[in-house]
């Protein structure tokens, strides 16, 4: 077997996982956080399932964005893992950081709602949780996409594009056929 046939066996074979498990907490994450964003707008903030303290709408909004950010992430690493290449990499982690980053402002909104106390309904206290297993999952994907940098085994590196070179074969001289052009 080629050295480029073995390229991110062991990677390849971890994404498949992690990007299913982060499409499953990315939807739930994204449908809580609609409803409860709708509960605040229609001025319902004292449903039983809601409640909250002054920064609930920042967790909520940046909940909802590192969401959207996270599924669409998730797309771009699903046509990654099927290209596999250094250039398809970058687009990648890309969009994987960045999403990883509204996800991170959220959870610290989580965590700045929880210090600030009063009455958390269930539904929030749940997309609470959503919210800091999407940080940690998001972080666990991306680390997974540059484990390249470590192991060719693991994956496509972006330090050289061995890769995606395409080699042409040059034909040798005994290969070479006279020309019938009308040039000659």
């Not at 480029?4 to 499953?24: A, H, Q, S, Y």
């Not at 996270?70 to 999403?99: D, E, T, Y």
């Not at 509204?102 to 600030?116: D, H, L, N, R, S």
Request: with cysteine; proline share 3%; net charge positive.
């Amino acid at each position: 077997m080629s050295l480029t046939m073995e390229v991110g066996k062991i990677g390849r074979g971890l994404m498949v996982p992690m990007l299913i498990t982060n499409f499953v907490v990315y939807v739930i994450l994204v449908g809580l956080a609609a409803w409860s964003i709708d509960k605040y707008i229609d001025g319902e903030q004292n449903h039983p399932h809601l409640g909250g303290n002054p920064s609930t709408t920042y967790m909520l909004e940046f909940g909802l964005l590192g969401g959207a950010t996270g599924l669409c992430s998730l797309v771009i690493g699903l046509m990654h893992h099927r290209a596999w290449r250094s250039a398809s990499l970058a687009s990648a982690s890309s969009s994987a950081f960045i999403s990883w980053g509204i996800t991170a402002v959220a959870f610290g909104f989580v965590w700045k709602e929880i210090k600030m106390g009063g009455r958390r309904g269930k539904r929030l206290q749940t997309l609470e949780l959503f919210i800091t297993i999407s940080t940690f999952s998001q972080m666990l994907y991306l680390m997974l996409l540059h484990a390249g940098v470590f192991s060719r085994k693991y994956g496509p590196d972006y330090l050289s594009h061995r890769d995606d070179t395409i080699i042409h074969r040059v034909p040798t001289q005994s290969q070479h056929q006279p020309s019938t052009s009308s040039l000659e």
